[in-house]
């Protein structure tokens, strides 16, 4: 059974960090891209950032380009999003999900095998 579980969000002040964690299970990273994703109050889930199967290709949005690093441990089989700089508006449910590929722009609807949400808090 595929299935993907991510943790590590918490309450942190403007300009802290925090690293998210997303764990899979039933699968090998080798055989997936793994993309970061977030839902503000109100808003559409939108794309944070995603690496490749191979850990070669990595995608950002432009909101979090310079602040955020995607990164994976294959013996953990484990994905991380360290989060650096963080704002105010960086506050909502975080969510890992993997799909067969990973580009800039790639649509939601793509992945699959979604995590639980991990609550990130950005106070001000």
């Known amino acids: 059974q595929l299935q993907l579980v991510g943790s590590g969000g918490g309450l942190v002040q403007s300009g802290g960090s925090l690293r998210l964690s997303c764990a899979a299970s039933g699968f090998t990273l080798d055989y997936s891209a793994i993309g970061w994703f977030r839902q503000a109050p109100g808003k559409e889930r939108e794309g944070v950032s995603c690496i490749s199967s191979s850990g070669g290709s990595t995608n950002y949005a432009d909101s979090v380009k310079g602040r955020f690093t995607i990164s994976r441990d294959i013996a953990k089989n484990t994905v991380y999003l360290q989060m650096n700089s963080l704002k105010p508006e960086d506050t909502a449910v975080y969510y890992c999900?993997?799909?067969?590929?990973?580009?800039?722009?790639?649509?939601?609807?793509?992945?699959?095998?979604w995590s639980q949400g991990t609550l990130v808090t950005v106070s001000s």
């Open positions: 999900a993997g799909a067969p590929t990973c580009y800039s722009g790639q649509p939601v609807t793509d992945f699959g095998s």
